[in-house]
Each structure stands twice: as structure tokens, then as C-alpha cells.
């Protein structure tokens, strides 16, 4: 049980870590973006993507290996598919802005469509790990939920730090209600890391799609 508590620890640390070296060094002074340097987001969410795949390879095998049909054409359908479409209708409907730097996941751009499921790929391998960690070490589901959701709120806590308090409540809540359907997919559900990539991906443009026609209203009422 101690060496999967401590695993479990040492890829939360790698998150919180990378997470202030992606938001601090390389977006604050490098000029890294999703939306500004897409490629560059891409290779360094794919490389701490394989770092951790590594380092815990039978939990990546696990997670990724032989997964229905369905969950995968569910993942590619919403990557693909759904999420283009809602950014199309809310570009014509609504009323992109440019959004402040670290909340680019509002701002409508097409980069973000291709740069940030890199880092979603990240997020959920990283999550994946840390629930079978947990689970392979004896930790009951209720207890397992409360740690993985507690971590969701320290790691999140940060956003306070970098975007208004505004943003940084919605994505700390949207984390933490996030991350209860998150753990029973990756835990139960065959092929859940597939469903969870989509919809974390989803949830992103929806919060983009929602703020553009939210504004578009307000400017409609203004004038």
C-alpha cells in the first residue's frame, strides 16, 4: 500500500510541478501558448506525457489498452467533430474576444482546438495513474474519491494566482464536480479514459461557446 501512496504522490507532484513550469517560465517569460506557439504546447505536454507513461507503464497500458469501439469513435466524435461545430456556431453567434493569457480556453481561437488535447492527453494519463495507484493499493472507492478530489482543489488552487478571482472559482469548481465522474469512468468503465478525454475537451469549449454568447447578450442589451 505505501509504495502505491507514494506513486500516487510523485505524479501529483509532477502535475503541480509542470503545471508552474508551463504557467510560469514557459508561458510568463518564454511566451509559450496554446493558442500562440500550438506545436510547442503540443510537444511539451506529449513529452511529460511519455515521462509518466515511463515511469508508471503498466498503469498506461491499463488505462489506454483494448478499448471498446465505441468509447474511441465517442472521443474522436467529440474531438473531431462536436467540438469544430460548437466553435463554428459560437463565431457566428456569439462574440469571441481576445481572452487574458492563461484563460485562452474562452477565446474562440481554432489553435486551441488542436494544442490543448495534448495537454488533456497529459491531464488523463496523469489521473489515470494516480486512481489505479490508489485502487491497486487497497484504498476503498469513497476514501479514494476524496483524495482524488482534494487533489483536484490544491492543484487547481494556483488559478488564483494567474487569472481574476472570477475564472479562478470556475475552474476550481469545474475541477472538483469534474473530477467525481472522472474517477468512475477511469475505474469502471471500459475504455473510460477514452470518454473522460472527450468530455474534458468538451467541457473547455463549452466554457468558451458559453462566455461568447453570454457576451454577445450583454452587448446586445448595452446597445
Request: hydrophobic residues 60%.
Amino acid at each position: 500500500m505505501m509504495a502505491g501512496m507514494l506513486g500516487a504522490l510523485l505524479v501529483l507532484c509532477i502535475a503541480s510541478v509542470s503545471w508552474l513550469f508551463f504557467t510560469y517560465v514557459l508561458k510568463h517569460r518564454l511566451g509559450f501558448s496554446y493558442i500562440g506557439t500550438p506545436l510547442k504546447a503540443i510537444v511539451f505536454f506529449l513529452l511529460l506525457t511519455a515521462v509518466v507513461a515511463v515511469l508508471f507503464p503498466a498503469e498506461v497500458v491499463r488505462l489506454y489498452s483494448n478499448p471498446p469501439i465505441l468509447a474511441v469513435l465517442f472521443c474522436i466524435g467529440i474531438l473531431c467533430v462536436i467540438n469544430p461545430l460548437l466553435y463554428a456556431y459560437a463565431r457566428k453567434k456569439g462574440s469571441p474576444t481576445d481572452a487574458h493569457r492563461d484563460l485562452e480556453m474562452l477565446s474562440l481561437r481554432w489553435n486551441f482546438l488542436v494544442s490543448k488535447p495534448a495537454d488533456v492527453l497529459y491531464q488523463q494519463t496523469s489521473f489515470g495513474i494516480f486512481l489505479f495507484l490508489l485502487a491497486d493499493a487497497g484504498v476503498p472507492f469513497e476514501a479514494l474519491l476524496v483524495l482524488f478530489v482534494t487533489a483536484m482543489f490544491l492543484t487547481h488552487l494556483g488559478m488564483f494566482l494567474s487569472v481574476p478571482g472570477r475564472f479562478a472559482w470556475y475552474f476550481l469548481a469545474s475541477s472538483v464536480v469534474f473530477s467525481l465522474p472522472i474517477a468512475w469512468l477511469i475505474l469502471f468503465v471500459s475504455g473510460g479514459v477514452y470518454y473522460a478525454l472527450g468530455l474534458h475537451m468538451l467541457w473547455y469549449v463549452l466554457g468558451g461557446v458559453g462566455m461568447a454568447l453570454a457576451t454577445a447578450r450583454r452587448e446586445q442589451v448595452v446597445s
